[in-house]
């Protein structure tokens, strides 16, 4: 298997960077939801540190996502897709990609206008650059949360989209993301 993307498959590098994110991301979805609904004290703000570490780590891959696919270019939409159907997977990716940003963005913004510290895997604190400001905090926050709930739909979608064309269109969309052909 080739490290770089061909003509016709991801390559080991962008399959990698894919299945982390992807853990890593549902991993977050599942503790956003699970956290958020335990009573404040010590095992919540537990919850919430490693939340932000785990998002930090994510923006982090996304940033070497992102040059991965400047120095190696995805393949092509399959010939077997129609205009409105490439289009629609191009939004797609690019509603994914702008929402991997902007929750990390939005995650260091509430902890920092709520004055909370955020650890990079215990490695060191992100500098908070932000004075505390409650109502920039609590706008924040319900932005974070806006957008994660959009995420959760976008991600549906695009699973039901791999599904589809798995499952029914019987092309090689999906399995050229996996290991193996």
């Known amino acids: ?63 070497v ?22 289009l629609a997977a191009h939004a797609g990716h ?16 509430d902890s920092s206008y709520g004055g909370y510290h955020l650890s990079f895997f215990g490695l ?3 500098p908070m650059i932000f004075d505390k400001d409650e109502v920039l905090l609590e706008f924040y926050a319900a932005t974070h949360s806006y957008i994660a709930y959009g995420l959760i739909a976008v991600l549906a979608a695009h699973i039901g989209a791999a599904l589809k064309h798995h499952f029914i269109t019987k092309d090689d969309v999906l399995r050229r993301m996996t290991v193996g052909r």
């Open 1 to 63: 298997m080739s490290l770089r993307n061909t003509h016709n498959t991801y390559g080991a590098v962008a399959k990698l960077l894919h299945w982390v994110m992807a853990m890593m991301i549902l991993g977050l979805i599942c503790l956003g939801l699970y956290m958020t609904s335990e009573p404040d004290g010590d095992p919540k703000w537990a919850l919430y540190d490693l939340h932000k570490t785990i998002g930090s780590g994510v923006f982090v891959l996304l940033v």
């Open 94 to 109: 690019a509603m994914l990609y702008l929402m991997m940003l902007a929750l990390p963005v939005t995650g260091y913004l």
């Open 65 to 86: 996502r992102v040059v991965w696919r400047k120095i190696s270019p995805p393949p092509g939409m399959p010939v077997t897709m129609g205009r409105l159907e490439q």
């Open 124 to 126: 060191f604190d992100v």
